[in-house]
């Protein structure tokens, strides 16, 4: 069965910052990842997804995620955040066993200070 | 953003009553999905759905039940509800068989059970 983990539950960051949003997962065989955006009061948007091939992925709003199979991680990154940054990120996984089937991690809330 | 409409977006109800949610999508896609948000757990698969009157449980199915009788509909429905059913309740969609395929959500129905 496959696992998301992301290791941290809030992470503060000052405005023009860089970030780096941890996601490690668990599986048997290839994977899917993805990493989804939640503002207030509002549903998820894709920011970006791995599918196959380059390690490095690009998604909106200028966050990147890299691909790492031999530690199983897949953690998103923005070399400078902005205030309409903060929200809630979410890491997902799926794979050929899964069907369309996403498991979640448990969220990671980034809050930009001025 | 993916034609998605949840309703109702709020609503308050008391333990034992049912409730039926309703999820409309103007995609046609074929896959269609009931989570639930709680805190910590990120998002949780209730039940989910590959077509027509065809549907399957997830990982949190107990207590719930679906039907969906048209390509556009589908509905989740709490027989009894219990105040542990209190949560964030949120549709996807997805348009491929693939696992790879990003699923894409509506704005979610926040249901509180007293």
């Known amino acids: 069965a496959q696992s998301v983990t992301q290791l941290d539950s809030q992470v503060p960051v000052f405005e023009e910052a860089p970030v780096e949003l941890r996601c490690n997962y668990s599986?048997?065989?290839?994977?899917?990842l993805f990493w989804y955006v939640q503002y207030p009061n509002q549903g998820l948007q894709l920011l970006l997804k791995?599918?196959?091939?380059?390690?490095l992925v690009k998604g909106i709003n200028g966050f990147e995620a890299e691909f790492n199979k031999s530690q199983t991680s897949f953690h998103l990154r923005k070399p400078s955040v902005h205030i309409s940054d903060t929200a809630e990120y979410f890491c997902?996984?799926?794979?050929?066993?899964?069907?369309?089937?996403?498991?979640f991690g448990g969220g990671t809330r980034l809050m930009v200070k001025p | 953003d993916a034609g998605i409409t949840q309703s109702p977006r709020h609503k308050v109800t008391e333990t034992g009553t049912p409730v039926t949610l309703r999820c409309h999508q103007t995609?046609?896609?074929?896959?269609m999905y009931w989570y639930r948000q709680d805190p910590g757990h990120g998002l949780r698969l209730i039940h989910y759905?590959?077509?027509?009157?065809?549907?399957d449980k997830g990982e949190v199915s107990d207590g719930y039940s679906v039907s969906r009788s048209k390509t556009e509909d589908f509905l989740l429905t709490l027989e009894s509800a219990t105040s542990s059913q209190t949560s964030v309740y949120f549709c996807?969609?997805?348009?491929?068989?693939?696992?790879?395929?990003?699923?894409?959500f509506g704005d979610g129905t926040r249901l509180s059970i007293l």
């Open positions: 759905s590959y077509g027509v009157k065809d549907t």
């Open positions: 791995y599918l196959s091939g380059s390690t």
């Open positions: 997902a996984v799926s794979d050929n066993n899964a069907g369309n089937m996403l498991t």
């Open positions: 995609e046609n896609h074929r896959y």
């Open positions: 599986s048997s065989v290839s994977v899917y």
């Open positions: 996807a969609i997805s348009e491929a068989t693939g696992s790879n395929q990003p699923q894409h």
